[in-house]
């Protein structure tokens, strides 16, 4: 881990699921059923589908299925259950430090899927929101990080990425941004890519620097 704190970016960019919000046995729940429903095995997919976009994870472990008619009928799944979803520890305090500066999220979830949950959660998207529909290739690769950053007009080696799953902080790292991760649903050693981990937001200070930039300390 290299990150001293405080340090000072010109932006912040948030991943979605587990690291704004924990939907981890919501949405873990709704994959379970579905790896049970088609016959494949659930734990492998489990244990690499977080921070990926839906389409890709059915694509890599279920190729023989409908992609398209399989991808809408887990959308719809998890857009009627959220049972179980909760905002982390400690963002709802910190993203109420955050008025007046350059954010965004960039999330391997569905824009309408995105919005439902933050709303479920108390949280607002911003307008630079970065979703799975929105790039071409999704996490690992660097694509929505650079996107949310060209979306904030920010240099992305100037920007502080927060993650959750290894392929997240990959796809963070390989845009050239500094990421802090939550182990919030990946053991320390598979963040190990990271510059600083957290256990939850109340590890952190945010204040904004009346430009736009943001200075990032410990609690």
């Not at 790292?173 to 990946?186: D, N, Q």
Request: charge should be negative; hydrophobic fraction near 40%.
């Amino acid at each position: 881990m290299t990150l001293a704190l405080p340090a000072t970016f010109d932006a912040l960019l948030f991943d979605m699921d587990g690291t704004l919000i924990d939907s981890t046995p919501c949405v873990e729940r709704i994959w379970r059923r579905w790896a049970a429903d088609i016959g494949i095995e659930a734990d492998e997919l489990i244990a690499n589908m977080h921070g990926v976009r839906g389409q890709d994870t059915i694509q890599r472990f279920a190729p023989h299925v409908d992609q398209e008619r399989e991808f809408k009928r887990l959308l719809d799944w998890e857009l009627t259950d959220l049972e179980g979803t909760l905002p982390v520890t400690g963002i709802l305090e910190r993203i109420a430090e955050l008025d007046g500066a350059r954010y965004g999220i960039v999330t391997s979830a569905m824009r309408q899927l995105a919005t439902l949950k933050l709303e479920y959660c108390g949280l607002t998207a911003p307008a630079a929101t970065v979703c799975s529909e929105d790039v071409a290739r999704g996490k690992p690769y660097p694509d929505p990080f650079l996107l949310g950053a060209e979306r904030l007009g920010v240099d992305p080696t100037r920007c502080l990425a927060f993650e959750d799953a290894p392929s997240g902080v990959r796809a963070a790292k390989t845009a050239g941004m500094t990421v802090i991760a939550l182990t919030t649903s990946h053991r320390p050693d598979q963040l190990a890519e990271a510059d600083l981990l957290i256990g939850d937001w109340r590890e952190l200070r945010f204040a904004t620097d009346g430009r736009g930039g943001v200075t990032v300390s410990r609690a």
